[in-house]
């Protein structure tokens, strides 16, 4: 008995262990063009001081062991708690069940998110609690909506149009340095911690219905969630008129490479107690519904309880990684190319890192998997990956152009957002859905760490205004997914229409030969 239990157990570690392998390997293709990029513009045109490069490096390494952690977990876990809550709860036909353990779910997982407490440190003039608690009721009340149309088959494209003009008329009445950091809430808001219980949340509710496009419908929870921290900072800011002062990213010192490891040292138990409180909600969540409703076996029980072990691991070390490694390197390297003769060299250098830094993002790679497993490899992930890569790099470009010339968000905002509607009454609806949660997914951790401490950097060396240019570049990459992904369904309609009417030619002509 006992040979047999320590040789199921070996199966099972050797099993972890291959997965686990992968999940690296992964994150090492993610991290490494990223790394290069960097590296190669250290040593050319913007050295920086060796301290922040081993930082950046080690950190790159932390990056990418975490990521691995993570998404292992995130598979194990994560996804199958919110795919067995949507099913119960929904099951029990009660609406008020529905209700309120949606909007409580909303809560808990962005109080959760890594990526808000990240955006809330820099957001200068607001408390950070207050930050999160405005926006994590936003998530929670949108979740209800997303939730309710799913049940009530409520057609996504139109709940949007709704939700972006109230957006844009109530911008209209709030200062003008709200307007950034308002959108680049929704975007922080969909990270590594709440993509996969929300998606597996839309699949779980999707999975009580027996209609062809139950499985469809499932998607366009992540984006409508973005709506609410989007409106929540709006009105946040009539409570909140002045954003105060921007205070730069403090850059690491290290004498020796004994004061360089103890950055991370002393950083990683702080980390570790971030992630510890973000997930016990998560944790106590799962245990009271278990206790109540669910009665999952013990193995199930114990799997799950597993891949929170990896998801708080992973994620102690990705952010440990990125918040002393990444960030402040991050920072120097927008001040340092900001400060050279030709800075618009600033629009390419970040077009660039956007193509590749979208591939390091956690939630990306659950989302790609998730929209392969569903559209039954309709959707390649790769083609998803091409599409998103290229709207951050335009994103990126973008964002870049407003720190060097201060022109208004709302000038590349209210048109990409309208030509994205507009877009989503020609495409497969499931484009339109994956197109718009894209949005949210591809704005998370290395955007929110890396990337708008970049444009920070830059901003304040050509003495821009930070709270008005530099934030948005989370808002930025958030856009411009949701024109990429829904052109992506419109080559794959015209293809699927082209294929037809070749089919239908050939069928012709056989009939005509008999």
């Not at 998404?71 to 029990?92: Q, W």
């Not at 890192?353 to 992930?381: C, K, Y």
């Not at 890396?450 to 808002?475: E, I």
């Amino acid at each position: 008995m006992r040979s047999r239990l320590r040789r199921r157990w070996q199966e099972r570690m050797g099993q972890t262990k291959t997965i686990l392998g992968e999940k690296v390997r992964e994150a090492l293709a993610a991290v490494v063009p990223i790394t290069v990029i960097v590296l190669i513009l250290c040593f050319t045109a913007a050295p920086v001081p060796t301290d922040i490069l081993l930082a950046f490096l080690i950190g790159a390494v932390m990056l990418i062991l975490g990521m691995g952690l993570f998404t292992l977990g995130a598979e194990t876990a994560m996804t199958p708690i919110g795919e067995r809550v949507g099913a119960h709860m929904t099951k029990s036909r009660k609406l008020w069940v529905v209700v309120s353990v949606s909007f409580l779910i909303g809560v808990i997982i962005t109080v959760s998110e890594p990526d808000l407490q990240v955006l809330a440190g820099q957001v200068p003039g607001i408390p950070n609690m207050v930050l999160v608690g405005a926006v994590a009721v936003g998530v929670g009340a949108f979740l209800v909506v997303a939730l309710l149309r799913i049940l009530f088959r409520v057609p996504l494209n139109g709940l949007l149009i709704l939700s972006y003009l109230a957006v844009f008329i109530l911008a209209a009445f709030i200062p003008k340095d709200f307007l950034a950091i308002a959108f680049d809430s929704g975007g922080v808001t969909t990270g590594p911690m709440t993509v996969p219980f929300i998606m597996a949340l839309g699949v779980g509710v999707a999975s009580t219905r027996s209609d062809e496009n139950a499985a469809q419908d499932s998607f366009g929870l992540v984006a409508l969630c973005s709506v609410g921290p989007i409106l929540a900072v709006l009105i946040l800011s009539l409570v909140y008129p002045a954003s105060g002062v921007y205070v730069p990213a403090e850059l690491p010192a290290a004498g020796d490479s004994r004061d360089l490891w103890g950055l991370f040292v002393t950083a990683l138990p702080e980390y570790a107690r971030e992630v510890a409180v973000c997930l016990t909600p998560i944790a106590a969540f799962f245990a009271a519904f278990q206790a109540a409703s669910l009665h999952l076996s013990r193995k199930k029980v114990l799997k799950i309880m597993v891949g929170l072990l990896y998801t708080d691991i992973g994620l102690t070390v990705f952010l440990t990684g990125v918040n002393v490694g990444f960030l402040p390197a991050g920072t120097y390297l927008g001040q340092q190319i900001a400060a050279l003769d030709q800075n618009w060299v600033l629009v390419p250098i970040g077009m660039l890192m956007g193509w590749f830094i979208v591939q390091a993002e956690p939630a990306v790679h659950t989302l790609n998997h998730q929209v392969e497993e569903i559209t039954s490899g309709a959707i390649p992930g790769k083609a998803m990956s091409t599409s998103l890569s290229i709207g951050v790099a335009a994103s990126i470009g973008l964002a870049m152009i407003r720190v060097l010339t201060g022109i208004s968000i709302f000038w590349f905002l209210i048109p990409g957002y309208l030509g994205a509607i507009a877009l989503s009454f020609f495409v497969p609806k499931i484009f339109t859905a994956i197109a718009f949660d894209s949005g949210g997914v591809a704005s998370g951790p290395m955007t929110a760490t890396f990337l708008l401490p970049f444009a920070q950097g830059a901003c304040k060396a050509l003495g821009g205004n930070v709270v008005t240019d530099a934030f948005g570049v989370v808002a930025m990459v958030a856009m411009t997914p949701l024109l990429t992904i829904q052109l992506l369904g419109l080559a794959y309609q015209l293809k699927m229409r082209k294929t037809a009417r070749t089919e239908g030619t050939a069928a012709d002509e056989e009939i005509i030969d008999l």
